[in-house]
């Protein structure tokens, strides 16, 4: 405990030590922040209102440290890695949005280092068109009020939860450490259209169903489906309703198997969990749970999401199934998640809350499975740019054959993040 209050008071001091960022950062038309402000926001702002001026860069980032004190333990026959209690490899991530016409700009994220990868790569990026003005000024006016286009290789929006998660550096936007534990995320090259109207919204989108972009693995890979339909109503001034629906659906991936859920080549954020000392296990993928999915898979997700002052309540209820490579038999998992929160103090700078997960599958085995985990986090934006936070975390498996590295595996402890966005 003594090393515990060491290092968290290292954190903190550096932090404070920190100089105010010299320039005033702007923000762009129909832009998620990237700061406190960008909390329980979804998707970007739908605003016909325009501030261009001309190309505008803005480069923004975020970084994140944790100090982990995590212990794990199972049944099975594989030794697991003997966890310390340190800080994790810190993350980092680029930035760069561009206005490049009105109602038209650009983003790019890099992540610059990464728990799977030390070195730089870049997370994808895409075009978003809120106006046609580049054809000629006012064309289809009336319809661009209401729709957005996006394409390029970028975060597809299949659910709510992966607005509230970490994407590597940037956890601002997660007011845990972990992530869910049927991790829905995926980038793939597509397009998105969206459509606005008051408090509704809906979306359709198609991808070419590959993480890894080539041209060497003809017919093993097909084209994915996503869509989405919501409700979004602000009914009074500490009021908010928000329901969506979602469906994403791919017929085959014979290469690597699809991707939506091993689609986050940043890791989890639990290192080495469930991980063995030969390398085995989950590896960077430490507490997650993997569907193995090949063939004709497809996936809803359910997302409710209400606000009542400084409480909120966002909720899971999602079922996916699918084949594997030479199966003809469906299997199926299911996650159930929901996270209670309570946002206090000026411009709600506090947080307290909990979050109760579950997933249930069948393995390719034939086994069924169940995982547990449930959350405590405490967080405090000392600026609306720097975020701590603390959580207690206990993950369990049950149902696991005996030589699985999962049988009668569990982990639990503390961890510490710091977190800057901009």
Do not use: C
């Not at 998707?43 to 944790?66: C, M, N, W, Y």
């Not at 046609?132 to 597809?156: Q, T, W």
């Not at 998640?337 to 909990?354: A, T, V």
């Not at 054959?401 to 966005?421: C, Q, R």
Request: glycine content about 12%; hydrophobic content about 35%; proline content about 2%.
């Amino acid at each position: 405990m003594k090393t515990f209050t060491t290092y968290l008071s290292i954190v903190l001091m550096s932090l404070m030590a920190m100089p105010a960022m010299a320039q005033t950062q702007r923000d762009l038309d129909n832009f998620r922040y990237r700061d406190q402000r960008g909390i329980n926001q979804f998707e970007a702002p739908k605003d016909t209102l325009t501030t261009f001026d001309g190309v505008h860069v803005r480069v923004g980032g975020a970084s994140t440290i944790q100090f982990q004190t995590l212990s794990q333990e199972n049944d099975g026959p594989l030794e697991l890695v003997d966890l310390g209690n340190n800080f994790n490899l810190a993350t980092a991530n680029l930035d760069l949005d561009v206005a490049l016409y009105d109602g038209v700009r650009m983003h790019l994220r890099t992540y610059l280092s990464s728990q799977h990868h030390n070195e730089a790569y870049v997370k994808g990026g895409y075009i978003q068109v809120d106006k046609l003005n580049f054809i000629s000024e006012g064309f289809a006016e009336d319809l661009m009020d209401h729709v957005r286009i996006k394409i390029g290789h970028m975060e597809n929006n299949y659910g709510d939860a992966h607005f509230r998660r970490t994407d590597n550096a940037m956890s601002t936007y997660n007011p845990f450490v972990g992530n869910y534990i049927m991790d829905a995320f995926t980038t793939e090259v597509g397009a998105e259209l969206y459509y606005f109207d008051g408090p509704w919204l809906g979306m359709v989108g198609i991808t070419n169903g590959k993480l890894n972009q080539n041209v060497s693995d003809k017919d093993q890979t097909s084209p994915s489906f996503l869509a989405k339909l919501g409700f979004d109503n602000q009914f009074s001034e500490n009021g908010r309703f928000r329901l969506t629906g979602s469906v994403y659906h791919s017929a085959h991936n014979d290469a690597r198997g699809v991707y939506l859920y091993r689609g986050d080549r940043a890791g989890s954020r639990y290192y080495e969990v469930l991980s063995d000392v030969e390398g085995g296990g989950d590896g960077f993928r430490g507490g997650m749970v993997v569907p193995d999915f090949r063939n004709k898979m497809t996936s809803i997700m359910v997302n409710p999401f209400v606000k009542v002052g400084g409480l909120e309540f966002f909720g899971i209820f999602e079922t996916t199934s699918g084949r594997d490579g030479g199966q003809s038999d469906n299997r199926t998992y299911n996650q159930y998640s929901g996270e209670l929160l309570y946002r206090f103090g000026n411009n709600n700078d506090f947080h307290i809350g909990g979050r109760y997960g579950m997933v249930d599958g069948e393995l390719s085995s034939g086994e069924d499975i169940d995982v547990n985990r449930f959350q405590l986090a405490a967080g405090w934006f000392m600026t609306k740019n720097i975020l701590m936070k603390l959580e207690y975390v206990t993950q369990d498996y049950d149902g696991y054959p005996v030589t699985d590295i999962h049988h009668g595996g569990k982990f639990d402890g503390l961890m510490v993040e710091a977190a800057i966005s901009f």
